[in-house]
């Protein structure tokens, strides 16, 4: 299975009535799912078609996930995964 390519990310600040800074990510069904669940466990928004189709709307691609994206983050590089 090969998601990478296909991973979304949403940010909750951009959102609509939210003022936190929530970041989720994953793919398109799962950032819907995850937001969907944050947006009424948080928001106390209900979880209906409108509310997932706007999460939808919001989603951006993730395409550089895979890189260590914080130049000039002591030890960024240096704990490499195994
Ligand atoms: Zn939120």
Same mark, same amino acid.
């Given at each position: 299975?090969? %998601? /990478?390519?296909?991973? /979304? =990310?949403?940010?909750?600040?951009?959102? $609509?009535? &939210?003022?936190? +800074?929530?970041?989720?990510? #994953?793919?398109?069904?799962?950032?819907?799912?995850? #937001?969907? !669940?944050?947006?009424? +466990?948080?928001? #106390?928004? /209900?979880?209906? $078609?409108?509310?997932?189709?706007? %999460?939808? /709307?919001?989603?951006?691609?993730?395409? @550089?996930? &895979? !890189? $260590? &994206? +914080? $130049?000039?983050?002591?030890?960024?590089? +240096? @704990?490499? @995964? =195994?």
């Amino acid at each position: 299975m090969d %998601i /990478k390519g296909t991973r /979304k =990310a949403i940010d909750c600040r951009k959102m $609509p009535n &939210s003022t936190c +800074s929530v970041r989720i990510a #994953g793919t398109e069904d799962e950032v819907l799912m995850v #937001g969907a !669940q944050h947006a009424v +466990s948080a928001h #106390g928004e /209900k979880d209906t $078609p409108e509310l997932r189709a706007m %999460i939808r /709307k919001a989603m951006e691609d993730e395409t @550089r996930v &895979s !890189q $260590p &994206s +914080s $130049p000039g983050a002591p030890g960024a590089t +240096s @704990r490499a @995964r =195994a």
